[in-house]
């Protein structure tokens, strides 16, 4: 990396986000990884775009299956951030329990919510590829929650009454 790209991801460390699991159904197996970006785009018809890095084994099979969900991680899902980012890809669903979306891909359970989408476009973005998908289905799953946040490289949460 070099000293440029390292002050890039420096300064975005400043904007706060959300942690989610991406996964994705393919061939009869699961995939997912660990994301902090995604984002809405369009509210008619419903999108949403999320950024995969090309050399994951989850961005070849969402680009493969065309479809995905995210699963929005509560502050209590540590633990499921750190494995679907860090373990071996076969070992990520030993570690959570599921069930499957109207697409096929896993549902988190536990999750703060998920949104399950299919591919409707995909774009060059240098080292990722932006994925825009439509929205098949969503559900808010634990609304007395709190999100699980990351901040300038580490977790973090929320201070209550702010």
């Known amino acids: ?4 790209s390292t002050l890039f991801r420096q300064v975005l460390g400043n904007f ?3 942690v989610a699991v991406v996964t ?8 997912g990884l660990t994301i902090n970006s995604f984002t809405s785009v369009s509210l008619d018809p419903l999108l949403i775009q999320i950024n995969i890095a090309k050399n994951t084994t989850s961005h070849d099979y969402i680009m493969s299956s065309k479809v995905f969900t995210v699963n929005i991680l509560a502050e209590d899902q540590r633990l499921i951030s750190t494995v679907f980012s ?3 890809p076969a070992e990520r669903f030993t570690h959570v329990d599921i069930r499957e979306s109207e697409t096929g891909c896993p549902i988190i359970e536990g999750s703060l919510a998920h949104i399950d989408t299919r591919v409707v476009d995909t774009f060059d973005g240098g080292d990722h590829t932006i994925f825009l998908a439509e929205v098949v289905d969503m559900n808010n799953m634990r609304e007395d929650a709190a999100p699980l946040l990351y901040f300038r490289g580490k977790y973090a949460a929320m201070r209550e009454g702010e």
């Open 1 to 4: 990396m070099t000293e440029r």
């Open 86 to 88: 860090g373990a071996p």
């Open 16 to 18: 706060a986000t959300g």
């Open 24 to 31: 994705t159904r393919h061939n009869d197996e699961y995939f």
